[in-house]
C-alpha cells in the first residue's frame, strides 16, 4: 500500500500526476532518510504501527466478529484517526515537515493541518485499508482458516492495490462536488468524519461495555501487539 502512495506523493512529477496532486508538502532534513532525501525513517515506521495498533485493539474488542467487515473498517479509521491527529498536528509546528499553503488540494485548514489530511490521511486510508485486509484475509481466520505463503503473498499485494484504490473512491464525494468550492469541499469532508465518528464511538463504546460485563466473552487477544505498541 505504502509503496503505491508514497511515491506519487513525493514525485507527483514522475508519475503524470502534477497537475493533480503538485507538491502537497515537504519533510525537513533528517538523519535517516530515503527515497533521495524525501521521505524520513520515522514515516516508514510510524504508519504501519499505528495501522496495526488501531486494527489490532478494534479487532481484540470483538468488533469485526459482532458487527461486521464494514463497520469494522469504520471503527479502525476512527482509532487511527484518534491516535495519528496527535502526530498530525504536532509535526508541522514543531518543523517535522512543511505544508503547501498555496496548494488547491491542501485547502481549507484545519489550524495547521490541511482539512483533507485530517479526514484521509488520518482515517479514510486505513479504513480502507482495514477492509480489505479484513476481508481477504482477517475474515478467514476468524473462521479457522490458514493460508500458505503464496495464497497469503497474493492476497496481501491484492489488499495493498484495492486499498490504494480505496483512498480515492472513499474521499470522492468531496473532491468531485466540492471541485469549485473550497466550503462545499469542507463540508463534505466534515460531514464524513462526523458519521464516520458518530457510528465507530456507538459501537466501540457498546462492544467495551458488553466485555466488561462478561469478560470471559473476549473472542481475541494479542500481547505481541500490546508490547509493540509499548516498546514503539
Not at 140 to 165: K, M
Amino acid at each position: 500500500f505504502l509503496f503505491i502512495i508514497e511515491p506519487l506523493l513525493y514525485f507527483p512529477d514522475a508519475f503524470g500526476v502534477e497537475d493533480y496532486l503538485d507538491t502537497m508538502f515537504a519533510h525537513n532534513v533528517f538523519t535517516v532518510e530515503f527515497m533521495w532525501g524525501r521521505l524520513p525513517l520515522y514515516i516508514i515506521a510510524i504508519y504501519p504501527m499505528m495501522a496495526t495498533i488501531a486494527f489490532e485493539i478494534v479487532r481484540m474488542l470483538g468488533v469485526f466478529r459482532q458487527y461486521g467487515t464494514v463497520v469494522g473498517a469504520v471503527c479502525v479509521g476512527f482509532v487511527h484517526h484518534a491516535f495519528y491527529e496527535i502526530f498530525d498536528h504536532l509535526g508541522p509546528q514543531l518543523r517535522w515537515w512543511e505544508w503547501s499553503l498555496d496548494n488547491p488540494i491542501n485547502q481549507p485548514f484545519f489550524d495547521s493541518v490541511p482539512l483533507p489530511s485530517v479526514v484521509v490521511f488520518a482515517a479514510l486510508w486505513p479504513m480502507s485499508l482495514a477492509f480489505c485486509a479484513q476481508f481477504f484475509v482477517g475474515r478467514h481466520i476468524d473462521a479457522g482458516r490458514t493460508f500458505g505463503g503464496l495464497e497469503l503473498t497474493w492476497r496481501t499485494i491484492t489488499v495493498g492495490l484495492l486499498a490504494s484504490v480505496g483512498v480515492v473512491i472513499l474521499p470522492a464525494p468531496a473532491t468531485v462536488i466540492g471541485m469549485g468550492s473550497t466550503t462545499v469541499r469542507a463540508t463534505i469532508y466534515a460531514a464524513e468524519l462526523v458519521i464516520l465518528s458518530i457510528v465507530a464511538i456507538y459501537v466501540l463504546s457498546r462492544q467495551w461495555s458488553r466485555l466488561r460485563s462478561t469478560p470471559t466473552d473476549r473472542p481475541y487477544s494479542n500481547d505481541l501487539v500490546r508490547w509493540y505498541a509499548v516498546a514503539y
